[in-house]
């Protein structure tokens, strides 16, 4: 029997590549998006992440068609970048609602269905900012540092019912996430310029990273596997990262960060 697959955010980038691989090893997959989007063995069904209403209705029609859901992928998300002091709030909960809360509301709706079927697999896309908070990057860091604490308290209520939960953690990845980002200026002439240096750095370093298809095979691979531990990181360098930041003084880290995108 084909494992019943949902990836949001499934139009582009991460999340396309992750309902491609999740198709070719066997899931029946359907992604959920808010654009229009077709690719062959893919069923895209219009859904709002931010709309509890529209993502009710996307998982109990998938439900009523397949009976179960197995694997959920949280990949819905973007970034916006500045200034903290100068970040409008209403960017900063955006911001919040889609990355954070947005994966909640998919995550409420799936829940039931999995523990109605004994089980499942849910698998949230968080960031290696997640542990390595970016300067003029705050919110994003922010709500991809609430998804780990999220995926930690959240596989020990689900674990009597068979559902696992974890998290990965890419860096940078060469998509459409970079052009997507917003950005605000606001105030850098205040910050002598800084908070464009480090914009520059981060979509440098992002059009020079990893390919999705990368990502996406490790995200398949944490998607099926019999067992998962609650992170993983991507690639060799990010995984040196990941191991330095528990290493190594949170002082030392944040200076060394700062070096990179705050100097």
Same mark, same amino acid.
């Given at each position: 029997?084909?494992?019943?697959?949902?990836?949001?955010g499934g139009s582009s980038g991460i999340g396309l590549c992750t309902a491609r691989a999740l198709r070719d090893a066997g899931c029946a997959v359907y992604? @959920?998006?808010?654009?229009?989007?077709?690719?062959? $063995?893919?069923?895209?069904?219009?859904?709002?992440?931010?709309?509890?209403?529209?993502?009710?209705?996307?998982?109990?029609?998938?439900?009523?068609?397949?009976?179960?859901? %197995?694997? @959920?992928?949280?990949?819905?998300?973007?970034?916006?970048?500045?200034?903290?002091?100068?970040?409008?709030?209403?960017?900063?909960?955006?911001?919040?609602?889609?990355?954070?809360?947005?994966?909640?509301?998919?995550?409420? &709706?799936?829940?039931?269905?999995?523990?109605?079927?004994?089980? $499942?697999?849910?698998?949230?896309?968080?960031?290696?900012?997640?542990?390595?908070?970016?300067?003029?990057?705050?919110?994003?860091?922010?709500?991809?540092?609430?998804?780990?604490?999220?995926?930690?308290? @959240?596989?020990?209520? @689900?674990?009597?019912?068979?559902?696992?939960?974890?998290?990965?953690?890419?860096? %940078?990845?060469?998509? $459409?996430?970079? $052009?997507?980002?917003?950005?605000?200026? &606001?105030?850098?002439?205040?910050?002598?310029?800084?908070?464009?240096?480090?914009?520059?750095?981060?979509?440098?370093?992002?059009?020079?990273?990893?390919?999705?298809?990368?990502? &996406?095979?490790?995200?398949?691979?944490? &998607?099926?596997?019999?067992?998962?531990?609650?992170?993983?990181?991507?690639?060799?360098?990010?995984?040196?990262?990941?191991?330095l930041v528990r290493i190594l003084p949170c002082g030392l880290v944040n200076r060394l960060v700062g070096m990179i995108y705050a100097k």
């Amino acid at each position: 029997m084909s494992r019943i697959a949902v990836v949001t955010g499934g139009s582009s980038g991460i999340g396309l590549c992750t309902a491609r691989a999740l198709r070719d090893a066997g899931c029946a997959v359907y992604e @959920l998006s808010r654009r229009d989007s077709s690719e062959d $063995g893919i069923i895209h069904i219009r859904a709002d992440v931010t709309d509890e209403d529209s993502v009710k209705t996307a998982i109990s029609g998938i439900e009523k068609a397949e009976g179960r859901i %197995d694997i @959920l992928v949280n990949n819905a998300g973007f970034g916006i970048s500045g200034a903290a002091e100068f970040t409008d709030p209403s960017d900063a909960r955006a911001q919040m609602d889609v990355n954070l809360f947005g994966m909640d509301t998919v995550t409420r &709706a799936v829940i039931p269905v999995m523990r109605k079927n004994g089980g $499942g697999r849910i698998v949230c896309i968080s960031s290696i900012a997640a542990i390595v908070p970016i300067p003029f990057q705050l919110w994003y860091s922010v709500s991809k540092a609430a998804i780990n604490a999220y995926v930690s308290a @959240l596989s020990g209520e @689900l674990r009597p019912f068979g559902i696992t939960v974890c998290a990965v953690m890419p860096g %940078d990845i060469k998509t $459409g996430f970079t $052009g997507a980002r917003r950005k605000a200026d &606001a105030g850098d002439e205040i910050y002598s310029g800084r908070i464009e240096r480090s914009v520059a750095v981060m979509e440098h370093d992002e059009q020079n990273g990893m390919r999705p298809e990368t990502a &996406a095979a490790v995200i398949r691979r944490v &998607a099926l596997k019999r067992r998962v531990k609650p992170f993983y990181s991507i690639g060799l360098q990010y995984k040196a990262v990941a191991f330095l930041v528990r290493i190594l003084p949170c002082g030392l880290v944040n200076r060394l960060v700062g070096m990179i995108y705050a100097k």
